[in-house]
């Protein structure tokens, strides 16, 4: 996936800026982190999403690597110093999808059925919908884990839609999950290019390829998330969408069994989609309590 993301932005680069395409210009470098290395156990209990970028970020820093493409999803609210996005992509499906070894939808899945997950905040959406499901914690990538499901250690996944469909593997999809059932992950379905903010060579270039309303969901989304201070062992959800001038943001903080949640939501000026962000997250960081781990 991530050396397909890398050639995605590749592409897009030399179809709008030709003079990349001399031998050399573009090469692709591809660095194994420890999140891709540590298979075994979840990310809660190693260090975080931020084991997905930190090795990746190091190589920024000592300029080994001049760009990375990340899932803005993986990336932590707060870059390391000297760095910064140069631009985020037109995002894909935002959506969560379950792939069913036995063809059915995630209602008509049997009591006891077993899904694989990583992600405390599927997990905990799914308890809560479904309390008579098992949650098996699974990681590794879309093939690795499609094969647990056809070995039969699973019942069903639950994966990120836009995952499959980069993969071409959109038809393995029993059923896409509506944002009402399935909140995504703050900016999941987005790739983000980090790069270092004294390179306005590269500031200019990344600019060509930014989409604007993605750019403006994915900050809403992210200021909510900072406002939190949420760490990968508390389960939060966010997603924004635009109508018009006007952006909305869709907010959930959960237990990690379920049990409890806390929602908000707001709308607000396009212009404002960081302050709605900020406001909703310190709305929903003021109405937890101590079983939410604040």
């Not at 931020?50 to 993986?74: N, P, Q, Y």
């Not at 760095?83 to 059915?104: K, Q």
């Not at 992600?119 to 008579?132: G, K």
């Not at 004294?198 to 998330?225: F, K, Q, Y």
Request: charged content about 25%; hydrophobic content about 45%.
């Amino acid at each position: 996936m991530a050396l397909y993301q890398a050639a995605l932005v590749r592409d897009r680069l030399l179809a709008t800026q030709p003079d990349l395409a001399e031998p050399g210009m573009i090469v692709l470098v591809p660095i194994r982190t420890t999140g891709d290395r540590v298979q075994d156990r979840l990310l809660a209990e190693i260090g975080g999403k931020g084991l997905f970028t930190k090795e990746i970020e190091s190589a920024l820093l000592d300029r080994r690597i001049d760009l990375a493409v990340h899932s803005l999803k993986d990336m932590e609210t707060a870059l390391p110093p000297g760095l910064e996005i140069g631009c985020v992509l037109p995002r894909d499906d935002p959506r969560d999808a379950l792939v069913s070894g036995c063809g059915r939808v995630l209602a008509g899945l049997p009591g006891g059925a077993r899904i694989g997950t990583a992600s405390l905040r599927r997990r905990a959406q799914l308890l809560r919908r479904r309390s008579d499901l098992i949650v098996v914690p699974i990681r590794g990538n879309v093939d690795t884990r499609l094969a647990k499901l056809d070995a039969g250690e699973v019942d069903a996944l639950v994966v990120a839609a836009c995952g499959l469909e980069r993969l071409g593997k959109a038809a393995l999809m029993t059923e896409i999950l509506s944002a009402d059932i399935m909140l995504p992950a703050v900016a999941q379905g987005a790739l983000a290019v980090e790069f270092r903010a004294d390179d306005g060579e590269l500031r200019h270039r990344l600019a060509v390829l930014a989409d604007g309303p993605s750019t403006i969901c994915v900050a809403a989304e992210r200021a909510m998330l900072a406002a939190l201070d949420g760490s990968c062992r508390t389960p939060i959800a966010g997603l924004a969408v635009i109508d018009g001038d006007r952006i909305s943001l869709d907010a959930l903080l959960l237990t990690p069994d379920g049990g409890g949640e806390r929602r908000a939501s707001g709308t607000a000026a396009l212009g404002d989609a960081i302050a709605l962000g900020g406001e909703i997250g310190a709305e929903l960081r003021r109405d937890a309590g101590a079983e939410f781990g604040f």
